[in-house]
């Protein structure tokens, strides 16, 4: 019978999915039950998800992932806090609804920032607050780091958030979700590409300065949105040494293996045709996770959990990348180690042996 993959790790690190609430019944739900003691949402507790319109929260569809993970015994991470994507424009908007960037008189400007500083408190305090007992890791601020050298912003994304408060956001969100989180909250700072020399020397700058400032931070989720041939293994070995020689821990929060380089050709528009591909390419992908797993494993003393973003092929935003890329308006991408109809694919071999 077929290992599971959490028992496979179990000594080592939890393993986690992302998932929309219609995962939760039928086949997917089985699977998620069998072979992972993680999930996290994929959507459903962004900010624009959470809190749609300032003051109204909407818990509907985040509690029932909660549920599903209380009623299952499996860690939750929450995903995420504060971000630049996927949040509502109110946010952002003074109180006679203009847009605070527009604003250039210094003593208004200050207002704003106080004002947003004042509503990253409510969100983080409201949802903290209500799931701290639930939550095992917290992504508190999400892809706060520029992907290239940045002196003019500290190698800072030039988000809203940064052009309207500096890093005063990133403090405020760490802070308040420490405040009513408690001492046990494991509070995280989430990025992609935290492998690549500049981004990752961008964000370690970062995670230092602010730990010299005392902020409360316990660790790096990394993404992990990789491709068969990159990064190279030395590039993510590097990034986790860096990270723990802080003193941090490190989470893999959105691993997916995609068939594709960037920007993604789309090459494939079906599923048979990846499978009856020349170049065997589920073969390569699954070397590529035996290699990766193999460094986890090595390094499992300074990594907590590795978390697919997803479940199986049948559901990917890679999708949604490979087609918008690609010439005819199709393409499929096949990213996990369960096939779209949750049959083993040879990556899930390999990271069992
Ligand atoms: C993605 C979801 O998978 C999509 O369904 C949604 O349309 C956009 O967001 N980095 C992140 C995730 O931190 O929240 C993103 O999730 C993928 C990239």
Redesign the pocket.
């Given at each position: 019978a077929p290992v599971e993959l959490d028992e496979r790790y179990d000594d080592s690190f939890n393993i986690g999915a992302?998932v929309e609430p219609y995962q939760l019944k039928g086949k997917s739900a089985q699977v998620l039950k069998k072979h992972y003691n993680s999930i996290v949402a994929?959507?459903v507790m962004?900010p624009i998800n959470i809190q749609p319109e300032e003051g109204k929260f909407n818990f509907e569809e985040a509690d029932k992932i909660v549920k599903f993970a209380e009623e299952n015994d499996m860690d939750l991470r929450f995903?995420?806090l504060i971000?630049h994507?996927?949040v509502p424009d109110w946010f952002f908007l003074d109180k006679e609804g203009k847009p605070m960037v527009d604003e250039t008189d210094p003593e208004k400007r200050e207002e704003n920032k106080q004002l947003l500083l004042e509503r990253v408190r409510t969100h983080v305090k409201t949802v903290v607050t209500r799931y701290k007992d639930v939550v095992d890791s917290w992504?508190v601020v999400?892809?706060a780091v520029a992907d290239v050298a940045s002196p003019e912003t500290d190698g800072l994304r030039d988000s809203t958030w940064y052009q309207l408060t500096g890093t005063d956001y990133i403090k405020v969100a760490f802070e308040t979700a420490r405040e009513y989180g408690g001492e046990d909250a494991n509070l995280y700072i989430?990025d992609?590409n935290t492998e690549v020399s500049q981004k990752r020397e961008n964000l370690y700058n970062l995670v230092k300065g602010l730990l010299a400032e005392g902020v409360p931070i316990d660790g790096v989720g990394h993404?992990a949105?990789v491709q068969i041939g990159w990064p190279s293994i030395d590039d993510i070995r590097t990034s986790f040494e860096m990270f723990s020689s802080l003193g941090l821990d490190n989470q893999v929060t959105?691993l997916d293996v995609s068939l594709y380089g960037w920007p993604p050709s789309g090459k494939y528009n079906t599923y048979e045709e990846i499978v009856n591909s020349e170049e065997n390419i589920l073969e390569a992908q699954a070397d590529r996770y035996d290699q990766l797993f193999n460094l986890y494993e090595e390094l499992d003393a300074d990594i907590s959990s590795v978390t697919f973003?997803?479940i199986a092929d049948n559901h990917t935003?890679l999708d949604?990348r490979a087609t918008q890329y690609s010439d005819d308006g199709l393409g499929k991408d096949a990213p996990f180690v369960f096939d779209p109809n949750y049959k083993l694919k040879p990556a899930y071999w390999a990271i069992i042996d």
């Open positions: 992302a994929e959507n962004k995903h995420t971000w994507s996927q992504d999400n892809e989430n992609y993404q949105h959105e973003w997803g935003w949604d």
